[in-house]
């Protein structure tokens, strides 16, 4: 009794007056116990000095594995559990994922019966042509990943494809990198943007501030996949979505969400449905130096423009809002604006890296009116702290009274060490070079008083964590439970490796962590078909194996992270860090095997037709049949 009360006592000496300079790292054993762990920094360091193991490896050449193209897609693939595991036969429905899979431009070859050939000959590995490479994992073109689960508790179907962008067919054509308009702000380095400009793996500056349609802004489909209306879409920031095929995952073009969108409207890369109100919103920013404009549109279960209000709302906010992300509650979208200013050159110059400075200054939360609400639109400055609200991942929010809660995860980019070096492909092929590039991500609550206009926060934990998601029939509604990635070095910056599930009332932290060549990405909430209370359900996420350099889907029941996952599924594929997703269970997105089968071998064959296939464009699916929106504009019946 009396050395574990030394422990605590020295420990938090560390925590408040710097007794210790460097805390120790959390060993595999605390990182998988169950329960109470993380409850504070105090008790973080307790377990890890307590049991004097050696600390968690991180293997980083196994990491930096995750940053290679993929060179054969997976048209559609039966999967089991491994021996040991199961697929619960009360999870059906599909989960979807996309993220940056292609790194070396042109890296799939156009169809051998295309009258046009690579003008650079085949791919190549990944590294021998450098002009091939991208110089940001995030610049790589996207490919989405779908798993359907029947409910069968026997097999899921799994498959990946490539989102046939413009860009992407471009490129695939030529065998050459054609877009190029980023390049200068990621020669700038890991440090421009107060650390956050360049980082990993969502950089603050993500594309070229060009409006509109042209070849330096390039539209890489690689950020978040989404499923609502009976429509799948893969959305970019600052772009417009693409339609995929929700069976065979082939690209049916750009969405002009039926007609919502013109031409040159850009569009953010987050929905957030509302299961109370069964909507869907999305939202839009036009960007200029002096001032900016938000739409946020909400759609109805048709992914239709409700009604009221003519289904969409504006709000015009000085500055240039350099905002990724968005919250919604009963009566509010919410933003969250860091302090940018913009160089005298901007109205010549568009690069992000060489006009826009971010400033050691507050940041503004905007409340925009959701349409019927009667609300008032509101912006109120988040008190500085030392390092700016940038690059907040949002993960939910609530109306508590008269004040609303937001959780969000929360980059510090100040903590890099001071470098100009700019790296290479894979980025992260050690702890050095990870830190170098990535920042210190960690758990924050704020709650905004609507009458007062006084903003706080807390930071709930500063375990490194990533990706964070609630129940979604808790999105706009109060929450208990996040689900997150978290590092394998607890507070120290690290990759995503393991998962948790965070309890906002006690404050701790139940999790998993595997094997240190393996790394886990974003969290992803499934209920069970008949699920008997609010946490009924599983979570799955894709585990990347840099060994093997194969991918898993895990299973975990969301109420007991720490006993590792019910189920581990191989796909048949190795698949690069994704980015965001989803999951579905509407009755729809529960297509057999065969069904599956069936849809990706037509997909294959019309894209084959080399004379079609040539004649691919932004209006044109990935099969060579036109279909930009033409349902969306007839109506459900038109492709029945």
């Avoid at 979505?241 to 690209?251: E, G, R, W």
Wanted: glycine share 10%; hydrophobic share 35%.
């Amino acid at each position: 009794m009396r050395s574990r009360l030394f422990i605590i006592c020295l420990l938090a000496l560390d925590y408040s007056d710097g007794f210790v300079s460097k805390s120790p790292k959390l060993t595999r054993a605390a990182l998988r116990r169950r329960s109470g762990i993380f409850a504070s920094t105090e008790d973080v360091r307790t377990q890890a000095v307590s049991e004097g193991e050696s600390s968690f490896e991180v293997d980083f050449e196994a990491y930096a594995k995750g940053y290679k193209t993929v060179f054969a897609e997976l048209p559609a693939a039966e999967c089991e559990a491994r021996p040991g595991g199961k697929i619960p036969s009360d999870l059906k429905g599909t989960y979807y994922r996309t993220g940056p899979a292609m790194f070396s431009a042109g890296s799939i070859a156009p169809p051998k019966t295309s009258i046009i050939q690579p003008r650079d000959g085949p791919p190549i590995p990944d590294g021998q042509n450098p002009n091939r490479m991208v110089q940001h994992p995030f610049e790589g073109d996207g490919g989405i990943l779908g798993v359907t689960f029947r409910g069968d508790g026997e097999t899921a179907t799994s498959r990946f494809r490539y989102i046939r962008t413009v860009a992407f067919t471009n490129e695939r054509r030529k065998g050459q990198r054609l877009y190029r308009g980023m390049d200068s702000t990621r020669e700038l380095g890991p440090s421009i943007g107060e650390g956050l400009g360049n980082d990993l793996h969502t950089p603050l500056f993500r594309h070229h501030l060009l409006p509109g349609l042209n070849k330096l802004r390039k539209n890489t489909s690689n950020s978040r996949a989404v499923y609502w209306g009976s429509r799948l879409l893969s959305m970019w920031e600052g772009g417009q979505p693409y339609k995929v095929d929700s069976l065979a995952l082939s690209t049916e073009g750009r969405s002009l969400l039926g007609g919502v969108l013109k031409e040159a409207d850009p569009l953010g890369s987050k929905l957030v449905v509302d299961p109370i109100k069964n909507r869907a919103l999305v939202y839009g920013v036009r960007q200029d130096g002096k001032k900016s404009e938000i739409t946020v549109y909400e759609f109805n279960d048709a992914f239709r423009l409700i009604k009221e209000g003519g289904g969409k709302v504006s709000q015009e906010v000085p500055g240039l809002a350099m905002i990724s992300d968005m919250a919604a509650t009963e009566n509010y979208s919410i933003f969250v604006q860091p302090p940018v200013s913009t160089a005298m050159q901007f109205l010549f110059v568009k690069e992000p890296g060489k006009v826009l400075t971010v400033e050691r200054a507050p940041s503004t939360v905007h409340l925009v009116p959701r349409i019927g609400s009667a609300k008032s639109p509101k912006s109120f400055a988040i008190p500085f702290d030392g390092f700016v609200e940038a690059e907040l991942q949002l993960i939910n929010s609530f109306e508590d009274g008269k004040k609303i809660i937001l959780d969000a995860i929360r980059a510090d980019g100040t903590v890099k060490p001071s470098s100009s070096r700019v790296s290479q492909w894979p980025w992260a092929s050690s702890l050095d070079e990870y830190r170098q590039n990535a920042a210190k991500k960690s758990l924050w609550r704020y709650e905004i008083d609507v009458q007062t206009g006084n903003v706080s926060k807390e930071e709930l934990t500063d375990v490194q964590c990533f990706f964070g998601v609630v129940n979604p029939k808790q999105v706009t509604q109060k929450h208990r439970q996040i689900y997150m990635a978290i590092g394998g070095l607890g507070r120290d910056i690290a990759p995503p490796q393991g998962v948790a599930r965070f309890d906002t009332e006690s404050k701790t932290i139940d999790s998993w962590m595997p094997e240190g060549h393996e790394f886990c990405g974003e969290p992803m909430f499934a209920p069970k078909q008949s699920p008997q209370m609010d946490d009924d359900g599983y979570v799955l996420t894709v585990l990347f194996n840099g060994k093997t350099e194969q991918s898993e889907l895990l299973i975990f029941q969301a109420t007991d992270f720490g006993s590792g996952p019910v189920g581990r599924i191989p796909l048949g594929i190795g698949i690069p860090h994704g980015l965001h997703g989803c999951f579905t269970s509407d009755e729809d997105a529960t297509w057999s095997g065969e069904e599956i089968k069936r849809r990706a071998k037509l997909a294959d064959k019309m894209e084959s037709r080399g004379n079609l296939w040539n004649e691919v464009k932004s209006d044109f699916s990935g099969l060579g049949l036109r279909l930009d929106d033409m349902e969306e504009y007839f109506g459900d019946s038109f492709l029945s």
